[in-house]
């Protein structure tokens, strides 16, 4: 499945020249892998581009489409992450921006605080909190429900929102 190539125009030449230096040097250099490439290549410079953004303050139309998943994970196998990727996955197929808090994974050292400060901040970036079965029994979920309400974002079951899109 051909990406589009978002390399830049000036680099093509280069581009061309590096691969044609591994052609013969590689046993299966295939188009499939120089999609590969130029897709690697693109979510590099997307990256990139999202790192070189000014800091400031995200506005509203800009949190509008953003959703943040909230569920519980303390004492659930797995820490419930395949509910949370479950989810995050169909979103993103409706077209929505989802900050997932199971993508950051387990880190060594990490107490619950410290993934909710990171988290929050991620909520933070967002217009509507979607959340899992069984979110009324987390702390975290509760807390980031709460603040969500303080910020006037939608606050609906993922459920229900990935219900609405198919609609």
Not at 113 to 138: F, K, N, Q
Request: proline residues 5%; contains cysteine.
């Amino acid at each position: 499945m051909p990406t589009e190539n978002r390399n830049h125009p000036a680099d093509h030449a280069a581009i061309e020249r590096l691969h044609q230096q591994y052609v013969g040097k590689i046993e299966r250099f295939s188009d499939e892998l120089m999609v590969f490439q130029d897709a690697a290549y693109a979510m590099g410079l997307d990256r990139g581009a999202e790192l070189a953004k000014p800091p400031g303050v995200t506005l509203a139309a800009d949190r509008a489409k953003r959703v943040y998943l909230a569920g519980p994970m303390t004492g659930i196998e797995d820490f419930n992450y395949p509910a949370f990727n479950s989810m995050a996955d169909q979103l993103r197929g409706a077209g929505y921006e989802v900050e997932n808090p199971a993508d950051h994974g387990i880190v060594e050292g990490a107490q619950w605080a410290d993934y909710m400060a990171y988290d929050l901040t991620r909520l933070g970036l967002c217009g509507v909190i979607a959340l899992l079965p069984g979110w009324e029994r987390s702390e975290g979920a509760k807390l980031e429900v709460q603040i969500a309400h303080r910020l006037g974002m939608t606050v609906v079951n993922a459920h229900d929102l990935v219900s609405m899109e198919i609609a």
